[in-house]
């Protein structure tokens, strides 16, 4: 498994904008598709966006398309997620996540992946 540490997460007013990150250690993270997912309390964890292995192909959650994006630098070994335009309920923890080595097909399935930060918090005031 990789080690995944999140950070980034603030309180910002309706509208704004924050930069999440994600370091990743422990194995090769080239070789992994990454995402981001989200979760609010009672509530399932929900996809946010993925990137392939080499950052060229992104997918994103209907709600979160054209506001956020999902990019990687892999000589840095870090995931980034810039969300702007941010809504109250995009408030939640944000968790990134890590398939497995050799996998670079991006999936929306929390299930694919097995590696998981501790996650940020993400709180939008209105």
């Known amino acids: 498994q990789v080690l995944l540490v999140e950070s980034g997460g603030d309180l910002v007013q309706a509208g704004g904008s924050l930069r999440l990150s994600c370091a990743a250690s422990?194995?090769?993270?080239?070789?992994?598709?990454m995402g981001w997912f989200r979760q609010t309390p009672g509530k399932d964890r929900e996809f946010v966006a993925a990137?392939?292995?080499?950052?060229?192909?992104?997918r994103y959650a209907d709600s979160v398309k054209a506001r956020f994006t999902i990019s990687r630098d892999n000589a840095k070994n870090t995931l980034y997620l810039q969300m702007n335009s941010l809504k109250p309920e995009d408030m939640a923890v944000y968790y990134c996540?890590?398939?497995?080595?050799?996998?670079?097909?991006?999936?929306?399935?929390?299930?694919?992946?097995?590696?998981w930060g501790q996650g940020t918090q993400v709180t939008v005031s209105s």
């Open positions: 996540a890590a398939r497995r080595t050799n996998v670079c097909s991006s999936s929306s399935l929390a299930t694919d992946f097995d590696s």
């Open positions: 422990g194995r090769t993270f080239s070789t992994s598709a």
């Open positions: 990137v392939t292995c080499r950052g060229s192909i992104t």
